[in-house]
């Protein structure tokens, strides 16, 4: 299992999408007698954030180095490579491959993240202008997994790839599914704090929640993750007279724990997503959840959540609002809370070992 894009101190969405796969499939491998797992990752430093399973080091994923990925696996003979994106060197490989495409958002969004290097970006807008390189990339592989069926079928509609695309979701973390009693206890205790989790890209759309902000007296929008000076000003200057926006620059998974467990809400105006992790973070503690109303989110969140469109400032703050009355409340936590538990690593797991156990059973029928 490819994790050489496990983030050093603390997870984003694909880091955390990863450990969570490998988490659970070392907890399989005890149950299932031929299930060998090992891990690849591209710095020492990474371990820290992974379960206890052999690993072996191979070249960075945004080196000209990764091209000969495939070979450097290829000396330990693996049946099955799982890697959770879709850029993994091949040329030369003897191993079954299974390569990921989390969502589509780049061919209509394509600014890239900011800490990718300058050669990187500038493929990278290069790479989003057609959709020829992205077919090339998930060809090369036995099977594509994503994350949603919203996302399959995205997939589908563009015809993507001539491989079977198979849906092996994101999900909580384990354990934190609050029971129902314990977070309706939390419930009188949450104060008027509203949550961003996510990244400050412009298809975020984290200019619309600083407008509804300005909607809500008496709240205050903490913007979680880690912001560039450049954008923190940007947003800044948006903020209207009288509003209350906390920048945190990033937060460690107990600050960002305590403060799920207090918050009146955790808000998303996203105009695209792959899945939508915080979403079901937030079900999962108990925290009511106000999103833009996106298929991917309906997919995730269903009836839990309360929806506006993207740019509704407004409809935001109104559904804010509307969390005031207890009895509401109430009715949404449940909801997440039964939402949340839609959603498991191990089943998972369990989904991407069928994976590869088809894609080794389909190699070995050919030898």
Avoid at 64 to 92: C, I, K, N
Avoid at 275 to 294: K, N
Wanted: hydrophobic residues 45%; proline residues 8%; glycine residues 8%.
């Amino acid at each position: 299992m490819d994790a050489r894009y496990t983030r050093i101190g603390r997870h984003d969405g694909i880091s955390r999408y990863g450990a969570g796969l490998i988490e659970a499939m070392a907890g399989l491998a005890a149950d299932v007698p031929d299930l060998d797992l090992a891990m690849l990752v591209s710095d020492p430093r990474q371990l820290g954030m992974l379960p206890p399973v052999p690993h072996l080091t191979g070249p960075s994923p945004v080196s000209a180095a990764e091209a000969a990925t495939a070979l450097v696996v290829g000396r330990y003979a693996p049946d099955v490579v799982f890697s959770p994106m879709q850029t993994m060197g091949s040329a030369g490989r003897r191993h079954g491959l299974i390569l990921t495409l989390h969502d589509l958002i780049y061919y209509d969004h394509p600014t890239p993240p900011g800490d990718l290097p300058a050669a990187v970006r500038a493929g990278w807008r290069l790479y989003h202008r057609a959709w020829w390189p992205q077919r090339l990339l998930l060809d090369r592989a036995d099977a594509v997994v994503t994350v949603s069926r919203t996302t399959r079928e995205l997939i589908a509609a563009h015809r993507l790839t001539r491989r079977p695309v198979h849906v092996v979701p994101n999900a909580p973390q384990p354990g934190s599914v609050l029971e129902p009693a314990a977070a309706l206890e939390r419930l009188p205790l949450r104060r008027p704090v509203l949550l961003y989790m996510g990244s400050f890209l412009p298809y975020k759309n984290v200019e619309t929640l600083v407008r509804a902000a300005g909607r809500l007296p008496g709240h205050e929008l903490h913007l979680l993750s880690r912001i560039s000076p450049a954008r923190r000003a940007e947003l800044e200057a948006l903020v209207p007279a009288g509003a209350r926006v906390v920048f945190h620059d990033g937060v460690d998974e107990a600050e960002y724990t305590a403060l799920l467990g207090r918050a009146a809400a955790l808000l998303t105006a996203s105009r695209a997503e792959g899945y939508g992790l915080p979403v079901v973070e937030a079900l999962a503690a108990g925290t009511p959840v106000v999103c833009s109303d996106l298929p991917i989110f309906r997919e995730v969140a269903g009836e839990a959540a309360a929806y506006a469109a993207p740019d509704d400032d407004a409809g935001f703050a109104a559904a804010v609002r509307a969390l005031e009355d207890p009895a509401r409340a109430r009715a949404q936590v449940l909801a997440g809370l039964d939402r949340a538990r839609a959603w498991s690593w191990a089943d998972s797991a369990r989904e991407l070992l069928g994976v590869a156990r088809d894609v080794h059973e389909r190699r070995s029928a050919r030898r």
